[in-house]
């Protein structure tokens, strides 16, 4: 535990801390009347009630919209279930600056809908509503749908047999014992809303802004460290209960059931209510996930006079007159690469430690330090940025100037990843191998080389592409700490979209695109190592 407990202490803790502190300090004396201060503001009451209702309101949506598709992929088989599977998770691995950008080419200024019919949704609650509920379809889908693929259809047979109709089967039997993974699914999107940023930034407009952008409004642009300190407060705060409550329902149902062989529940639809469900889900996939991505494209090759590849070759020259970058965007693409190769290596080591730790130990201290590796995925990226900034940049870890800062922010992310991918199978690992192997006289890192490792390999694998993914579309923290000669992918889309211009337009949609490709990319290699259908995300 030492290493990672290391990494989260300098990297997390005491950038956060220290940032915190330098907002309501004053004389080395905490003043934490400020609390009351900034929350009494009615600004930051709306700013706090919009964050909340419009968390609450993307969750419900997307299990409205997503628990229909999480039966059709649990139950039913039909051609080419696999590829679309994968489909469906693409806009989950997308950077949120990504996601926004699709939705604005589908929703805003000369966007789709404003050529095809005059309408724009972009500044409208709307927008941001449906990008999340793309953001987050395949949350559902996979956590529902691969415990409900599991599900042994035999139990609810059996009551429609003692005579209970086909929905109070369903209703007794399965949803009961579906409800822990709906209750963690649900968790998991009222997170990711609640923290929501890129989204927010590029469709909300001046109108609309939950608390992760008004940390960055705060701290960014206005320099008001006191505010943006009592909102991170708040929330880590939120971000603290709600991953409680996550891990309870994970336990459950991790506990309380049965599971069968996906193989053998899943079978083509029969009768036309059937046919007609997974017509609708296929249709809802169609408008909902693949027709923004497909209008992002299409947007990248739409030029003045035509359509071509002229964006996109644009990439390959710095405007010096625009200030926007002092290096050809098309740059972006290699330094993303390269900090994502980098954070994905410092993720599987400090990630797959923290793994083999919390398998061979237990305790409040480790469960703690379980929770803790999570916090990173809700509390504020642009606190920890901007902590970055002001904590190192002293000897020893001066950093400031340095390429690795990056890379360090993106790990941060990668790592709970990796622990949540790697931690059940780790504990599925049967002990007595290690124990076989050790009175054999095998020292303890040859047990892990040659028992531990073979089996745990597909899951290195897995673990290595989500942090790959996750690490490349950083954005909260990269903003702050990359530099204008060597900026990422998200950053140097955002940079983009904030100038006016059709070429500054269009080469932020070639970006994007770009940026979209190789997610997929590395998704499609995702699918083809799976490990497991467990439930588990």
Aim: charged share 15%; with cysteine; proline share 5%.
């Amino acid at each position: 535990m030492a290493v990672p407990v290391a990494f989260f202490a300098v990297f997390f803790a005491y950038p956060v801390v220290a940032i915190v502190g330098r907002g309501l300090k004053d004389g080395g004396v905490w003043q934490f009347g400020r609390i009351g201060e900034v929350l009494s503001r009615s600004d930051m009451q709306n700013v706090l009630w919009f964050t909340l209702w419009q968390a609450l309101a993307s969750t419900a949506l997307t299990l409205l919209i997503a628990l229909p598709g999480a039966y059709v992929f649990a139950r039913f088989d039909f051609p080419g279930k696999q590829v679309l599977r994968a489909a469906v998770t693409v806009p989950f691995v997308l950077p949120t600056v990504v996601v926004g950008t699709a939705f604005l080419a589908l929703l805003g200024r000369g966007g789709f809908l404003d050529d095809l019919w005059g309408v724009r949704l972009d500044t409208t609650v709307w927008a941001i509503l449906l990008a999340h509920v793309f953001f987050n379809y395949a949350v559902v889908v996979r956590t529902v749908g691969g415990l409900w693929s599991q599900l042994d259809p035999r139990q609810e047979e059996a009551a429609r047999v003692l005579g209970a109709g086909r929905f109070a089967a369903w209703r007794r039997v399965t949803l009961p014992a579906l409800a822990p993974a709906v209750a963690a699914a649900a968790l998991m999107v009222f997170l990711f809303t609640f923290t929501s940023f890129g989204v927010v930034q590029i469709l909300g407009g001046p109108g609309f802004s939950t608390l992760e952008v008004e940390i960055y409004r705060q701290t960014a642009q206005l320099l008001a460290l006191p505010t943006a300190a009592v909102l991170t407060l708040v929330q880590f705060a939120a971000v603290g209960a709600i991953l409680a409550v996550h891990a309870w329902t994970v336990r459950r149902r991790e506990t309380a059931l049965k599971l069968v062989d996906p193989a053998q529940t899943a079978r083509r639809p029969r009768g036309a209510g059937q046919w007609t469900l997974l017509g609708g889900v296929l249709l809802t996939v169609l408008v909902l996930i693949l027709l923004p991505l497909a209008i992002l494209v299409e947007r990248s090759l739409d030029l003045p006079g035509g359509h071509g590849f002229g964006y996109y070759r644009a990439l390959a020259f710095a405007d010096a007159n625009s200030g926007t970058f002092l290096v050809a965007p098309l740059e972006a693409i290699g330094n993303s690469l390269r900090y994502a190769l980098v954070a994905t290596a410092i993720a599987l080591v400090v990630g797959g430690l923290a793994a083999a730790a919390l398998t061979r130990r237990a305790g409040r201290l480790v469960r703690g330090f379980d929770a803790l590796l999570m916090l990173p995925l809700g509390v504020s990226a642009v606190t920890v940025g901007f902590g970055f900034l002001i904590t190192l940049d002293k000897p020893p870890l001066d950093l400031r100037t340095s390429w690795i800062l990056v890379p360090l922010a993106q790990a941060l992310v990668g790592v709970p990843f990796v622990v949540r991918t790697m931690l059940p199978v780790l504990r599925a690992v049967d002990g007595r191998l290690r124990e076989a192997a050790a009175v054999l006289g095998a020292s303890p890192l040859r047990v892990w080389r040659e028992v531990d490792l073979p089996l745990v390999r597909r899951a290195l694998l897995v673990a290595a592409g989500f942090a790959f993914a996750v690490s490349l579309g950083e954005f909260g923290a990269t903003v702050f700490i990359a530099r204008p000669d060597n900026p990422t992918l998200p950053v140097a889309v955002a940079r983009l979209l904030g100038r006016s211009g059709d070429l500054n337009y269009g080469q932020a949609m070639a970006l994007s695109t770009i940026l979209m490709l190789v997610c997929a990319i590395s998704l499609l290699l995702l699918e083809r190592i799976r490990t497991d259908r467990s439930g588990e995300f």
